[in-house]
């Protein structure tokens, strides 16, 4: 992870918890999931394959042609396996979607988001490998806050995976939150930072 968008996005947490009585607990991940399912189907896929490659081309090629199909066939196998850039191309978009919310929602429960005086605990998510950005925030805001809010909030936050790297536009988006959520939920003069604000990884 870039040093500097790192230490960017931990002051302007910082910031946040400053003029609100939000807590938030940032994560930034390289990926959601192993995808050790995938990583099974796609190993059991070029075993049938190798089958049916040989059943159909047995009496076609001969014995080496065969033998170099089939190291082939592992060599690319053991490729996308071993490279989870290869692999997310091989994972439906709706289950990246369902490991990347799995990842957030234990992440919300191991760092207790929930347990802040006033529920005002937000986790923010972020995924390198699926491209993106997940979104928990506690009973306290959400009571508070629309649903439209933290949509707009997770767009804005993810508009930088297009340029292929997070950074202004993510600091940017999190700059205009600070000022709705220093509005709703005002700094209190016994506020004290319940969670902690490193980021997760």
């Not at 394959?49 to 081309?57: G, I, K, R, T």
């Not at 988001?113 to 923010?124: N, P, S, W, Y």
Request: hydrophobic share 45%; charged share 25%; proline share 2%.
């Amino acid at each position: 992870m870039d040093t500097v968008f790192k230490t960017k996005l931990e002051d302007e947490i910082q910031r946040i918890e400053s003029l609100s009585s939000v807590e938030v607990v940032p994560a930034y991940l390289e990926s959601s999931s192993d995808y050790n399912l995938q990583k099974g189907n796609l190993a059991l896929l070029a075993v049938v394959f190798s089958l049916v490659l040989y059943a159909s081309l047995a009496e076609l090629v001969e014995i080496w042609q065969m033998c170099l199909l089939g190291f082939l066939t592992f060599v690319c196998t053991l490729l996308v396996l071993s490279r989870k850039k290869i692999l997310i191309f091989f994972v439906p978009k709706e289950q990246q979607k369902l490991q990347v919310e799995r990842r957030a929602r234990r992440l919300f429960l191991d760092n207790e988001v929930f347990a802040t005086r006033d529920r005002t605990g937000l986790l923010i998510l972020v995924s390198q490998l699926e491209k993106a950005v997940y979104i928990l925030a506690d009973k306290g805001l959400v009571e508070k806050m629309p649903a439209s809010f933290w949509q707009e909030l997770s767009l804005k936050l993810a508009s930088d995976f297009d340029k292929h790297l997070p950074g202004l536009s993510f600091i940017q988006a999190l700059s205009e939150a600070e000022k709705d959520l220093a509005l709703h939920f005002p700094i209190k003069a016994d506020d004290q930072n319940e969670l902690d604000d490193h980021l997760r990884n």
